[in-house]
């Protein structure tokens, strides 16, 4: 399974090669609770929120920006200023905010689902405990 990832955005100077990494050091324990097939290939976009709410709105039909859009060919959209002001609120930081995002979108790609309370939850749980498998 191949993971890229893509920086489309110039407001935060990343290290995106370190995300690649770990995107891919992640993809095993996400495979391991994978409700269906993932695609071979995952490309992971890191973009803006004007990026991402012009395609909330086409494809969702929502307005405004959101932190991560996950389409089931593989393809990841990330937020990169939604997670920098959610670092500040969940006083994290934002590699390790961005890092979340990305098990977020391979949950969502595993067949998770938060659109009800429970499903949140579940993908919340799940998500957190995946990327601190990942970073110790």
Not at 65 to 91: K, M, N, P, W
């Amino acid at each position: 399974m191949q993971v890229k990832v893509l920086n489309r955005q110039r407001k935060y100077r990343l290290p995106v090669s370190d995300l690649c990494t770990f995107a891919q050091t992640l993809v095993p324990h996400v495979l391991s609770v994978a409700r269906n097939l993932i695609p071979e290939e995952i490309l992971v976009v890191l973009v803006s929120d004007r990026k991402i709410s012009a395609i909330h709105e086409q494809f969702m039909g929502i307005a405004g920006a959101t932190d991560v859009i996950t389409f089931q060919h593989g393809e990841i959209l990330i937020s990169v200023e939604t997670a920098a002001r959610q670092a500040i609120e969940y006083e994290s930081g934002l590699l390790p905010e961005l890092r979340v995002y990305i098990a977020h979108g391979l949950l969502h790609l595993a067949g998770y689902d938060d659109l009800s309370e429970d499903g949140f939850r579940e993908m919340a749980k799940l998500q957190n405990e995946l990327v601190e498998k990942v970073t110790k």
